[in-house]
Every structure is written in structure tokens, then in C-alpha cells.
């Protein structure tokens, strides 16, 4: 059975820092991080492919967030710096790429975790 389990999500004051976590049960070449705020459609964030080139970023991130793997530990990581109010959203993990799919379609994923809250005060 799939598991994919996020942390790190919280509470923090704008221009704070936050690193969201994804533990995966399985090893999957294509992992992801979406978000999703409230009356809004989940969006793409990030995504990252195992020795593909860089990893993708949606424009209202980059320069802020970082995506990284230790393949290792099956771990994906979100490292989110000079947080906004508008990153305030539920957070999610995405694995196994869809091919042909684009990195910031919801629909280009097999699996999904629970998600984790971020709550960024101004």
C-alpha cells in the first residue's frame, strides 16, 4: 500500500521559515508538492525528478522555496523561506509522474498524501 506522510506544517509569522517533510513508503523517480488554500484550486509548487535537470518551481515560489530528495530515506523535503500570507494553505505530496503530464498538473500524479497545514501570519 502506497503511503506518502507530510510534517513540518505550522504556524509562522510572515518572513519566518518552515520545512515541510514527506516520508514515502515506496521510491518513486517523480515527487511533488502541491497546495491547495481555502476556496482556491490545489495548485503545483514544486516538483523534482531523480536525474532529470532542475527541478520545477511555480513562479509565485521561486527564489523562496527549495525542493530536495534524499532518496535514501525516501524523504522529500520543502524548504519554504520569506513565507507570505498568500502561502497559507494545506500542503500536499504528490508521487509517481503521469508521463507525458505536466509537473504542476493535479492530474499527473498516481498518489497523494493527507497533507499538512501552513498558516502564515502578517
Known amino acids: 500500500q502506497v503511503q506518502l506522510v507530510e510534517s513540518g506544517g505550522g504556524s509562522v509569522q510572515a518572513g519566518g521559515s518552515l520545512r515541510l517533510s514527506c516520508v514515502a513508503s515506496?521510491?518513486?523517480?517523480?515527487m511533488g508538492w502541491f497546495r491547495q488554500a481555502p476556496g482556491k484550486e490545489r495548485e503545483g509548487v514544486a516538483s523534482i525528478y531523480t536525474g532529470s535537470g532542475s527541478p520545477y518551481y511555480a513562479d509565485s515560489v521561486k527564489g523562496r522555496f527549495t525542493i530536495s530528495r534524499d532518496n535514501a530515506k525516501k524523504t522529500l523535503y520543502l524548504q519554504m523561506n520569506s513565507l507570505k500570507a498568500d502561502d497559507t494553505a494545506m500542503y500536499y505530496c504528490?508521487?509517481?509522474?503521469?508521463?507525458?503530464?505536466?509537473?504542476?498538473?493535479?492530474?499527473?500524479?498516481?498518489?497523494w498524501g493527507q497533507g499538512t497545514q501552513v498558516t502564515v501570519s502578517s
Open positions: 515506496s521510491y518513486y523517480t517523480c
Open positions: 504528490a508521487a509517481g509522474c503521469k508521463f507525458g503530464a505536466s509537473w504542476s498538473s493535479i492530474s499527473g500524479y498516481y498518489y
